[in-house]
């Protein structure tokens, strides 16, 4: 008898235990990480939130309400409470546009990159944002380089815990440049420190455009020096890279067809990426043959000794 007592306490209690888990795993799927900016302006840190709702709209108006209210650790404040104001929001198709104010540009270099981190970090959890582009009074945001900072995703910012503005990598990349006919590809490692705020993609983009080192013989730009990145995004294994009309321009007796290979070339070379789509000011050119590219080793050579 007191063995049948024991075990019914138990077998209730296992139950209430198994209650207690589910629920606090469901509490847990409707709790977001909001990240703020610290007072010295320097890193970034998540605070949870349980959300209120779980209507898709309303969760986008909680958590722009809770980048907008200073936490209650004083060393950090929200991101939408720095001096700017947002004018507007449009979410279509799982690409979020937020429009602010000219105070933006007011903000520090350094601080700018640390709202745009919290904001994206923290929007992009919701399923229904894939993407997020800042504009000014309807314009789009320029950065520091004065190139255009373009669609967002968490990704590029997935390196940056902590010390986003001071933190640099040494990184080894294989970048494909033209050999002397400007028919062929030869490829070559570079070493080089760069800063963990860059997308290692764009990275990679931007050194094609610089060009090959001076201290290597053999190897010519393949890709118009003038060329302007407007931005590089990566998804489901696909690179897109949206570049300016004077990447169509060919230097060096470089065809188009070699520019474009020489940055899919060196783009795949990155774990992360199996295709590249290159874009032409936000559109696919009439004179390419695809939509997207994959390797290419027919047109890589070696370099002669």
């Known amino acids: 008898m007191v063995r049948r007592i024991w075990f019914v306490i138990l077998l209730a209690a296992g139950i209430l235990l198994l209650g207690a888990c589910g629920q606090e795993e469901e509490e847990k799927e409707n709790v977001y990480q909001v990240y703020c900016v610290s007072n010295s302006e320097t890193r970034v840190e998540m605070h949870a939130v349980e959300m209120t709702t779980s209507e898709p709209e309303e ?51 350094h601080t700018e990159v640390l709202v745009r981190a919290a904001i994206v970090r923290t929007l992009t959890q919701l399923p229904e944002v894939k993407l997020i582009m800042i504009t000014v009074e309807g314009e789009q945001l320029i950065d520091s380089k004065g190139n255009a900072v373009g669609w967002m995703n968490a990704e590029q910012f997935i390196n940056n815990d902590g010390n986003e503005i001071n933190t640099y990598e040494m990184v080894r990349v294989k970048l494909y440049f033209a050999d002397e006919s400007g028919s062929k590809l030869i490829a070559a490692y570079r070493e080089k420190h ?99 590219f994959e390797r290419n080793l027919d047109i890589v050579t070696t370099r002669e000794q």
Do not use: H, W
């Not at 309400?65 to 979410?91: D, H, I, W």
């Not at 997308?199 to 080192?213: H, T, Y």
């Open 59 to 109: 969760q986008l108006k909680e958590l722009m309400r809770c980048l907008s209210t200073n936490p209650e650790k004083l060393e950090y404040k929200a991101p939408f409470a720095m001096g700017f104001q947002v004018l507007n929001t449009e979410l279509k198709e799982g690409s979020l546009v937020i429009n602010v104010d000219a105070a933006y540009r007011e903000l520090p270099v």
């Open 194 to 292: 760069y800063s963990t705020n860059t997308l290692l993609e764009r990275f990679v983009v931007e050194e094609l455009i610089a060009g090959p080192s001076g201290q290597v013989d053999g190897l010519y730009p393949c890709v118009n020096p003038g060329t302007k990145v407007i931005n590089v995004t990566t998804k489901d294994g696909i690179c897109y890279v949206n570049l300016d009309e004077n990447f169509l321009t060919v230097v060096n007796n470089v065809s188009t067809d070699v520019s474009v290979y020489a940055i899919t070339n060196s783009l795949v070379e990155l774990s992360t990426i199996n295709k590249v789509q290159i874009l032409i000011n936000g559109e696919v050119p009439s004179q390419f043959s695809t939509s997207t």
